[in-house]
């Protein structure tokens, strides 16, 4: 039975509702005839409506609602811990509760190896070389010469770029040094959720470039590079976005698995070519340049 991927993408969430509903839309697609009556009674709900109003944001969840949520989907030891702080951060009603249950999701995102970017390390995506430079004090063998640093970056840059790059990472806390004298990231996936939107626009369109140029000067074997245009529902354009959200996770998983033998960048992209067929209206977000 294929599993449903939306439960890999639980620790880098921050709404349990819209997690259950991307769990019950991904759950319907794999098994056509799923309902939220079969899920409902799955967790020993008896009756059927309740599941709907808490999806709705109309009920909350108990803690031993909550509980049965977990036993029907799946979700067992730290997943399901992370799912009941979850729901008590969303539901809580003093700041007490919410800065709590907040301290316990943090402690279970490092535990998964995941954090995410407190506000004075956001300068951490001015510049596109950070992430590169990061992966490389980690990983390559430059022993402190900072022209040798900045050289294995594609496209290279300056051994002074490199040094004010890496001195910045010391500064935000996301390289520190071992007790072998090496150095270490102080998380190997960082979430750039919360930064300012312009500020990650920038980084994108940074990356894209990026992009451009590997096109254009690396050979087919180093790099890939692909492209399909379809015309579909709004509905499957959301969930082909979730995919790709679970694909990316995925490999950020694999690579803290293995021994790296480069650095590579992944954009993934899935944008409108046209407007509505129905109605002809514009996107609102799209402006021209």
Known sequence: MERNRVLDSLFERDDYRGFLRDFFEEERRLRPRFSLRALSARAGFQSTGFLSLVLAGSRNLGEGSAESICRAIGLVDAPARFFLALVRHNQAKTAEERLRSLEEIKKLRKSRSFARASAHQFPYWEEWYHVAIRELAVHSDWNGDFARLGSLVRPRIGAERARRSFERLLELGLVRPTSTGGWEQSAPVLSAEGAPPVLLREFKKEMVLRGLEAMEHLPPGRRHFSTATFAMSHRSMRLFARRIDELRAEMLR????????????????????????????????????
């Open 254 to 289: 694999v690579a803290m698995e293995e021994e790296p033998e480069a650095v590579f960048q992944a954009n993934f992209q899935i944008f409108p070519l046209s407007s509505d067929l129905e109605s002809g209206s514009a996107d609102s977000e799209i402006r021209q340049p």
